[in-house]
């Protein structure tokens, strides 16, 4: 059988080190011979990103911030110089103020409830409208989302409402563009050490928890994600769109903790 991501294109956006999760989806879906690109949010981060990006045998290594409209223009224009076309596309990107994660909901300010919203959930809609005419041979767009999303998970706060709106999203943009037989998916993964889960306060205990409670008593892995990436950016996935898969060791059907669960 060809490999299942030979001849597929694709745009990775998210990747911070070698922690990152889209770095556990590229990483995937190279091995199964896809072709891609890799962005990274500003100067700081080139130092990690330019070995991951050589690693991937990536031709394109572009800059982008999702809050600055003229670095995706850029973005968008030198993937349609190179390739002419896109199949795939990864947003693995969230931000919120360290502050307002921990402590209360109901104390989020408006100007960091823009900022989540805008980066965390706006910027993947951005994105899908901006790779919609590049994928002229349908597509499969992938985002990260979390359990905070549709239950309250202790300071995951303004977060929580972000994923929320970015789950929906998901939904709207699966019939918007399925008509282009453009896929939409999300997956929901359990918490794993990054970067950005480094701002969420009691991370540490957050892991913990999951760990004795998950179905499968172990925390979700870099690999975990990576599998889940293959299935929906791939063929394997062509029926499945507007989906919410959860990557969390079956985290997510738990209603009570186990009996037999040590004390925590
Ligand atoms: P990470 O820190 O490795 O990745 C976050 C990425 O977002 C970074 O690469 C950062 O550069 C990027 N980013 C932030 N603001 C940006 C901006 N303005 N423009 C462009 N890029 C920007 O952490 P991660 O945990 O791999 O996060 C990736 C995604 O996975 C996020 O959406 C996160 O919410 C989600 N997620 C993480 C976990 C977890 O426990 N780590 C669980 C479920 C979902």
Redesign the pocket.
């Known amino acids: 059988a060809k490999p299942l991501m030979q001849g597929k294109k694709g745009l990775i ?5 070698d ?5 556990g989806i590229a990483k995937t879906v190279r091995a199964h011979g896809a072709e891609i690109a890799v ?3 500003g100067e700081a ?1 080139l130092k990690r990103v330019r070995p991951l990006a050589e690693q991937l045998g990536s031709e394109l290594l572009l800059p ?4 600055e409209p003229a670095s995706l223009d850029a973005l968008f224009a030198e993937i349609q110089a190179k390739w002419g076309r896109l199949d795939f596309l990864v ?5 919120s103020d360290k502050e307002e994660l921990k402590g209360r909901y109901i104390d989020t300010t408006a100007d960091n409830f823009q900022r989540t919203m805008l ?2 959930c706006y ?1 993947f809609t951005d994105l899908a409208r901006r790779a919609e005419p590049l994928m002229t041979q349908g597509g499969s767009l992938v ?4 359990i905070g999303a549709e239950r309250v998970t202790p300071h995951y706060n303004v ?1 929580g409402v972000a ?1 929320a709106a970015l789950e929906a999203s998901v939904r709207y943009l699966a019939v918007d563009m399925g008509g282009r037989n453009i896929r939409v998916n999300a997956i ?10 480094s701002g969420i306060g009691d991370f540490r205990y957050i892991l913990k928890w999951n760990e004795l409670n998950a179905p499968l008593k172990r925390n979700t892995t870099l690999e975990d994600v990576g599998g889940a990436g293959l299935y929906l950016l791939s063929d394997l996935g062509s029926g499945t769109t507007g989906e919410v898969l959860h990557v969390d060791s079956g985290y997510h059907v738990v209603g009570m903790k186990a009996v037999d669960a040590p004390d925590i």
């Not at 922690?19 to 770095?23: D, N, Q, T």
């Not at 985002?143 to 979390?146: S, W």
């Open positions: 956006m998210g990747i911070a080190n922690r990152s999760l889209a770095w962005t990274y949010q981060l982008a911030d999702v809050t947003h693995a990107i969230a931000f980066i965390s910027s985002t990260l989302t979390y977060m994923k929901s993964a359990g918490p794993v050490r990054t970067l950005a889960a």
